[in-house]
Structure formats: C-alpha cells, structure tokens
C-alpha cells in the first residue's frame, strides 16, 4: 500500500518557521515527508532532520527525501535532545510536529487504527510494545473507563468499559470491528443514528497505547529548549487535549513573573523565554477543508523562541 498523507496547513507551517536557507530545522514527525520535503528544498547549506517512530514511515521518508539536505532517523519526539546529540548538532532554528495520525496509518486496515475496516487490534505507530489488544483485554473496568473518559472526553466511558469487560469474559477481544460493536451496544440508540459512536473510545485507546500525552509534554520541553534564540516551534493538534496542553506550555514559556501577586518587587528574576507569533491557533482555509477532510479539527500554533 503506497504511503499516502496530505500534509495539513502545509503553506502555513512552512511561513510560520520562516526557513532560512542555512538554518537547522527538525520534523518530529516526519509521516509521509510531506512537510519534510518542503523545508528541506529551501535550504542549501542548512539542514533537515526529519525523526519518526513508525518504521514504516522512515523507509518513506528516507527514499522522499534522498538528494535533499536530510537527514531521517528513527525515534520518538521525546527523544529530540539525544537524537540532536548523536547527529553532533547543537540547535535548531526550526521544529516542526504534526501530531494526527497519518492517512496511511488510518487507510491501512493491519494497523488497526479504524473503525471503519476489520483489523486485528493494535494501534501502535512504532509497531512495538503494549497494542490496543492488549489495553482492552488486560485493563481493569475503572482502568478503561478512566483512559475512554479522559483521553476519549467520551461521558458514555462507564457503559463502554463494562461492556467490555463483559465481552472478553466469554472470549478475547480480537479485532477492531469487534470493539466497534461493542461500543456501539454501549450507548443508546440516539447517539448511534448521529454519527458513530466509536470515534471517542478508538481515540482514547491510541493515545493509551502510544502515550501521546506523555510523550508531547515531555516534547515540548525539549523542543523548546533546543531552539536557538530566534527559532520556532509549529505545532499541530488535531484534538482538544493535545491543543489545550500546547497552548498551556506555551503560555509558560511565554511567562515572566512568577512572584506572588502580594509581593512589592519581583524577586525571582524570571523574564519571558518566549513570544507567541500566533495569538489564536491557526485553522484550516475552507479550501483546505474541501479538498482534505481529515485536516477537519486541526489547529496550528507557533511560539519563537527570545532567549536561552
């Protein structure tokens, strides 16, 4: 199956890290290189490197981007610090994250990301370690409910999750549509004649077995301490959980003072680290819209960095 994603905002990622031709830019992930293959061919001096934990995807890339300025490794995003180190670069002036799921993850049914084709369960973008397989048949009922609450924002996560638990009493848990109908016998008739009801739960389980929340905290902290002075960060979410935590990292870089409001002076010494160039996240043209209906939800927001 060919490795097919359409790059989402990609005009406006590419303004927003205002590349210079010898600049050291990073893709954290890299996904198809639709991205990648745009901020490589604008420099020439400079560099590019573009970082992936699904194998497959660095084959991909690898192969885009040969002739380029690039550089492609395998690895997490968390892991910029150590893969910067082992390439012997000390900074970036660029760094870019989309943080949806690939077309092609989605479109290729052995992954078992959808809902919509009949997959063994697993989920997994480094094709390695815990699978949704796993997550539904080992957790505990309060434990699933906890993850399809949270990471799926999903209020019917208690009957889901007990659903669940009944099912796999009588056999394991296997494949993707199997969930699928569990989930949908788990709400009432009203939510399913609305739209399909597993969205929530499918989503809450990827980000459980990928640690995405985890794995974007300690990211961003890392990205942004990797800047040079003059460098940006362009992130982009596709979900309120991820927005909401990058706005709120951002705002604290951004921060100055952290005295008490009822002290006279300010003591700490704390001045901004960094600037927001998007006051409000970026969205999607309608064009856009129209022409790649996955890039419905995405939001880009970018900071640069003012000093060390």
């Not at 794995?215 to 961003?220: G, I």
């Not at 002290?263 to 704390?270: A, H, L, Q, W």
Request: glycine content about 6%; some cysteine; overall charge negative.
């Amino acid at each position: 199956m060919e490795f097919k994603h359409v790059s989402v905002l990609l005009d406006e990622c590419i303004e927003g890290l205002n590349i210079r031709p010898d600049g050291i830019y990073c893709d954290g992930t890299a996904g198809g290189a639709g991205h990648s293959k745009e901020i490589a061919k604008r420099l020439d001096s400079g560099l590019l490197v573009a970082v992936d934990r699904d194998p497959e995807a660095v084959a991909v890339a690898t192969e885009r981007l040969a002739g380029l300025p690039a550089k492609v490794v395998r690895g997490n995003y968390s892991e910029l610090d150590e893969i910067f180190e082992r390439l012997g670069l000390e900074g970036a002036d660029g760094i870019l994250m989309d943080l949806g799921v690939s077309s092609y993850q989605l479109d290729n049914a052995e992954r078992g990301f959808s809902y919509h084709n009949d997959a063994p369960l697993d989920m997994r973008m480094s094709s390695e370690g815990l699978s949704a397989k796993d997550v539904v048949n080992d957790y505990d009922e309060q434990r699933l409910a906890k993850i399809i609450f949270e990471y799926g924002e999903e209020k019917f996560s208690r009957n889901i999750a007990k659903k669940i638990v009944q099912a796999r009493e009588e056999k394991p848990i296997e494949t993707t549509l199997e969930l699928a109908e569990i989930i949908k016998s788990a709400v009432p008739q009203k939510v399913r004649r609305e739209k399909n009801p597993c969205k929530k739960t499918f989503q809450a389980i990827r980000i459980e077995v990928n640690s995405e929340l985890e794995h974007l905290s300690t990211a961003l902290d890392k990205a942004f301490d990797l800047l040079n002075v003059g460098g940006r960060l362009c992130i982009i979410t596709f979900h309120s959980l991820e927005d909401r935590l990058v706005k709120q990292r951002f705002r604290s870089f951004c921060q100055g003072c952290i005295c008490p409001p009822d002290f006279p002076v300010c003591v700490c010494g704390r001045t901004p680290r960094g600037k927001l160039i998007t006051r409000k996240p970026i969205e999607p043209s309608q064009e856009e819209l129209e022409m790649n209906k996955r890039s419905h939800s995405a939001k880009l927001r970018i900071i640069e960095k003012i000093k060390d």
